[in-house]
């Protein structure tokens, strides 16, 4: 790689995370997430583990652009710099809108079809964190985040499981 493209291209594995934080996103908050989801099914889960698994989907590329686009996008509507109706559908996280969700199975799916199941479960009941990304109350638009955040945790839950079973 040049040295023009490292302006161009940043390290995007530390965007990425860095993006996250800005946002209010803590890596352990996903790693607890994965907890959550596997916790029942692996009884001696600890919570380093499931950071682990995190970290392991987050060092994917196509991981770390859907976190940066998702969160741009996001930012962009809470600044108003989108054009309408998607400022409206984006600002009030509109139902059918789904194109935040179709970007989160760009995640999902980097660990195989457990992970669909495992995302389905965790943004309906919207445990941890991801009740904290969908209060609207706070002003800030997480449209595309919260799903993103479930789709990292859902893929690393996938990720773990896939690598006990293989241990077994």
């Not at 993103?148 to 241990?167: P, Q």
């Amino acid at each position: 790689m040049t040295e023009e493209n490292k302006i161009i291209f940043p390290d995007i594995d530390e965007l990425s995370k860095k993006l996250l934080e800005e946002r209010g996103v803590k890596i352990m908050d996903i790693a607890k997430l994965v907890y959550f989801l596997q916790k029942d099914y692996h009884p001696e889960l600890k919570i380093e583990d499931c950071l682990e698994h995190v970290n392991g989907v987050l060092a994917k590329r196509e991981v770390q652009n859907a976190v940066i686009t998702g969160i741009q996008i996001d930012k962009l509507a809470e600044n108003g710099q989108l054009e309408e109706p998607l400022l409206s559908i984006i600002q009030t996280d509109e139902g059918l809108y789904g194109v935040d969700e179709i970007l989160a199975f760009s995640i999902v799916n980097v660990y195989g079809s457990i992970g669909f199941t495992n995302y389905g479960y965790i943004d309906k009941i919207k445990p941890g964190i991801l009740k904290y990304l969908n209060d609207k109350s706070s002003g800030k638009v997480n449209t595309f985040l919260d799903d993103i955040v479930g789709a990292i945790a859902a893929a690393a839950a996938s990720r773990l499981a896939h690598r006990v079973a293989n241990t077994e």
